[in-house]
């Protein structure tokens, strides 16, 4: 495999909901949040060393506790 095709393959992963791959233009960071293009969910990055996708956890309210 050429350099060219391994740095795409490791710029995308399958998304945990519907097995799309979600790619980046750029190295993602471990947490950053994306949305798949394909259904829609809105993932976090779990791991980039395999880069790994999870979905984001909901956003709650904080009532001060």
Request: charged content about 25%; overall charge negative.
């Given at each position: 495999?050429?350099?060219?095709?391994?740095?795409?393959?490791?710029?995308?992963a399958?998304?945990?909901?519907?097995?799309?791959?979600?790619?980046?233009?750029?190295?993602?960071?471990?947490?950053?949040?994306?949305r798949?293009?394909?259904?829609?969910?809105?993932?976090?990055?779990?791991?980039?060393?395999p880069?790994s996708?999870?979905?984001?956890?909901?956003?709650?309210?904080d009532?001060?506790?």
């Amino acid at each position: 495999m050429s350099q060219i095709a391994s740095n795409v393959a490791a710029l995308s992963a399958a998304c945990p909901e519907c097995e799309a791959q979600v790619s980046f233009a750029r190295p993602p960071r471990r947490h950053e949040v994306c949305r798949c293009a394909s259904c829609g969910a809105e993932l976090e990055v779990a791991s980039v060393e395999p880069l790994s996708l999870e979905l984001a956890p909901e956003v709650e309210e904080d009532w001060g506790e």
